[in-house]
């Protein structure tokens, strides 16, 4: 550990002084009253700074050293709680120096505790999401096998209708996993991304068509907001986009109303940019949700009925596949007017064949 000592002569220097002052004058009532202050007054002068100078001296030493083994204390003790940026400091005297690091190593302890404390909530939540998403679908095919168990197995209708039931709980299982999967990696900076250039607006009509019988079913309408005659080019991994578009739409179409409207835009936002809306006139989200939705399993229906599928990690996904590619994502929403949810990716020149065919 650095050592280096602030070291403030203040005190010893007032000591000095009033003992000093109280030792001369004693000495000097002394001489005068027998009369030998005329003979002795240039001893007088030097025993004067003498004084002073022995008090100073032992007075700053015995001070400094006293203060300097508890302070030092304080900071190895310290030191146990932290041992990288509090340790590696000078130790210092200066009491006014010691108090503000003391303040600020305090300060800093309690935002790291609740920080772990909110961590610690956010686990406890987080698992119980997990195991209420796992345990639907894995009680879903346990019932339906016991069942077939049971006798069920000798109707051959119903065999197989329970057969295919269980076959949905187990694709929804593998569903559930596979976005864990996918979001363990985002998060711990694990995914390769394939960069390319591709027409985005080419790529949000191939999704249109991929989803037009789901929104069809609730008469949802999948539409750019307008006419797109030339392509827009942009760099990113054309997968992870594709699956973060889709995921958007998917969860537009979920909660939007019914014979409601979906809108995509694409825009132009600095020169290098572009930025992609997904706007819907649905149910909306409550503010109080606003800041919580990109979370694993979050859900805006807080009533557990989970009326709507899904793994819950769309939105988790998406955001973190968005900042995979360096970008940002935005929401606004209000309640019975609808959500859009946008996003940025980077502008890309059109490629080679593209210009020549264009000239």
Same mark, same amino acid.
């Given at each position: 550990?650095?050592?280096?000592?602030?070291?403030?002569?203040?005190?010893?220097?007032?000591?000095?002084?009033?003992?000093?002052?109280?030792?001369?004058?004693?000495?000097?009532?002394?001489?005068?009253?027998?009369?030998?202050?005329?003979?002795?007054?240039?001893?007088?002068?030097?025993?004067?700074?003498?004084?002073?100078?022995?008090?100073?001296?032992?007075?700053?030493?015995?001070?400094?050293?006293?203060?300097?083994?508890?302070?030092?204390?304080?900071?190895?003790?310290?030191?146990?709680?932290?041992?990288?940026?509090?340790?590696?400091?000078?130790?210092?005297?200066?009491?006014?120096?010691?108090?503000?690091?003391?303040?600020?190593?305090?300060?800093?302890?309690?935002?790291?505790?609740?920080?772990?404390?909110?961590?610690?909530?956010?686990?406890?939540?987080?698992?119980?999401?997990?195991?209420?998403?796992?345990?639907?679908?894995?009680?879903?095919?346990?019932?339906?096998?016991?069942?077939?168990?049971?006798?069920?197995?000798?109707?051959?209708?119903?065999?197989?209708?329970?057969?295919?039931?269980?076959?949905?709980?187990?694709?929804?299982?593998?569903?559930?996993?596979?976005?864990?999967?996918?979001?363990?990696?985002?998060?711990?900076?694990?995914?390769?991304?394939?960069?390319?250039?591709?027409?985005?607006?080419?790529?949000?009509?191939?999704?249109?068509?991929?989803?037009?019988?789901?929104?069809? &079913?609730?008469?949802?309408?999948?539409?750019?907001?307008?006419?797109?005659?030339?392509?827009?080019?942009?760099?990113?991994?054309?997968?992870?986009?594709?699956?973060?578009?889709?995921?958007?739409?998917?969860?537009?179409? &979920?909660?939007?109303?019914?014979?409601?409207?979906?809108?995509?835009?694409?825009?132009?936002?600095?020169?290098?940019?572009?930025?992609?809306?997904?706007?819907?006139?649905?149910?909306?989200?409550?503010?109080?949700?606003?800041?919580?939705?990109?979370?694993?399993?979050?859900?805006?229906?807080?009533?557990?009925?989970? &009326?709507?599928?899904?793994?819950?990690?769309?939105?988790?996904?998406?955001?973190?596949?968005?900042?995979?590619?360096?970008?940002?994502?935005?929401?606004?929403?209000?309640?019975?007017?609808?959500?859009?949810?946008?996003?940025?990716?980077?502008?890309?020149?059109?490629?080679? &064949?593209?210009?020549?065919?264009?000239?």
């Amino acid at each position: 550990m650095a050592i280096k000592l602030r070291k403030s002569y203040r005190f010893a220097l007032r000591s000095s002084v009033y003992i000093s002052l109280v030792i001369c004058f004693g000495v000097l009532v002394f001489l005068y009253y027998e009369d030998l202050l005329k003979e002795y007054w240039p001893w007088y002068l030097v025993f004067i700074v003498l004084t002073f100078t022995m008090s100073f001296v032992v007075l700053q030493i015995r001070v400094e050293n006293f203060i300097y083994r508890r302070i030092k204390q304080i900071y190895d003790d310290v030191s146990l709680l932290e041992s990288s940026s509090f340790a590696s400091r000078p130790i210092t005297t200066d009491m006014k120096t010691l108090t503000e690091e003391i303040e600020k190593f305090a300060k800093d302890k309690k935002v790291e505790i609740d920080t772990l404390k909110i961590r610690e909530e956010y686990r406890k939540e987080f698992l119980g999401n997990v195991s209420h998403e796992l345990k639907t679908p894995l009680f879903t095919v346990q019932g339906y096998i016991h069942t077939l168990l049971d006798g069920a197995m000798e109707d051959k209708k119903v065999r197989k209708k329970y057969l295919q039931r269980a076959a949905k709980g187990v694709e929804r299982l593998i569903y559930i996993i596979k976005d864990l999967d996918l979001i363990t990696k985002l998060e711990i900076g694990d995914l390769h991304l394939e960069w390319e250039d591709f027409d985005i607006i080419e790529l949000i009509q191939n999704i249109f068509d991929l989803l037009e019988m789901k929104a069809a &079913k609730k008469g949802i309408s999948l539409v750019f907001d307008t006419r797109y005659t030339s392509p827009v080019y942009v760099h990113a991994d054309k997968e992870k986009i594709q699956q973060v578009i889709t995921n958007l739409l998917v969860n537009s179409i &979920k909660y939007g109303h019914q014979d409601g409207t979906t809108e995509v835009s694409v825009e132009n936002l600095i020169k290098n940019k572009v930025i992609v809306r997904v706007t819907d006139n649905g149910e909306g989200i409550e503010p109080q949700f606003l800041t919580r939705i990109f979370e694993r399993f979050f859900r805006v229906d807080q009533s557990g009925s989970r &009326k709507e599928g899904g793994s819950g990690l769309g939105l988790a996904i998406v955001k973190h596949i968005i900042e995979a590619h360096n970008e940002k994502i935005y929401v606004e929403s209000v309640v019975d007017v609808g959500s859009e949810f946008s996003f940025t990716l980077e502008r890309a020149s059109a490629p080679k &064949k593209e210009e020549t065919a264009k000239a």
